[in-house]
């Protein structure tokens, strides 16, 4: 069984452009050993992602581990029913958590962290963010200070096309599985 998802929110699908508009790379490479793990993600935007999808269905609450992908499309598994997200994923968290297989960590909005959707008039509010994690495990790597602080710099455009990547992976995951 599958979703019938012509009836999808018309805001979930506007949400889905917004991210597309914003952060769509495309990249061509094999799936890698690496992935995104507990990137925060600020609760309001969480909220703002829920908000705008809460009415839709899912047949999977882990929707990179769930559905079948064959012939280059996502199918409901066999024997699965689909159901709102309201009844699929207990609160915003859980469904930011979940659904992407724990590649977000919902975080209060006063902890650095990710901003889906912001005015691009006034810089990406993301590279902060970047820096502050770079800086971070610079630190934990050399908590002396010893060694070059001009390499985490130079990492910084790799974490921040990292961090895009990742809201790009969302937009592509978030191909909806098709009708059986």
């Known amino acids: 069984m599958a979703c019938n998802w012509a009836d999808e ?18 990249v061509n490479r094999k799936i890698g050993k690496e992935r995104f793990y507990e990137v925060p993600l600020c609760s309001s935007d969480c909220a703002a992602w829920w908000d705008a999808c809460k009415d839709d269905y899912a047949c999977t609450p882990n929707w990179p581990r769930g559905f ?3 012939s280059g499309k996502n199918y409901c598994p066999t024997g699965s029913k689909c159901v709102t997200f309201e009844e699929m994923y207990a609160d915003p968290a859980d ?3 979940k659904v992407w297989d724990h590649s977000w960590k919902v975080v209060p909005d006063n902890t650095p962290c990710i901003r889906m959707w912001f005015n691009a008039s006034g810089g990406n509010p993301n590279r902060k963010v970047a820096e502050y994690y770079r800086d ?8 002396d200070g010893a060694g070059g602080s001009a390499a985490p710099s130079s990492q910084l455009p790799v974490l921040l096309t990292s961090l895009t990547a990742l809201a790009a992976a969302v937009y592509s995951l978030a191909r909806l599985p098709s009708r059986s």
């Open 68 to 70: 079948v992908f064959r």
């Open 9 to 26: 929110e018309p805001s979930c699908k506007s949400l889905i452009t917004d991210l597309k508009l914003q952060f769509m790379t495309q």
């Open 136 to 143: 971070r495990i610079d630190t934990e790597k050399n908590p």
């Open 95 to 97: 469904f930011c958590s």
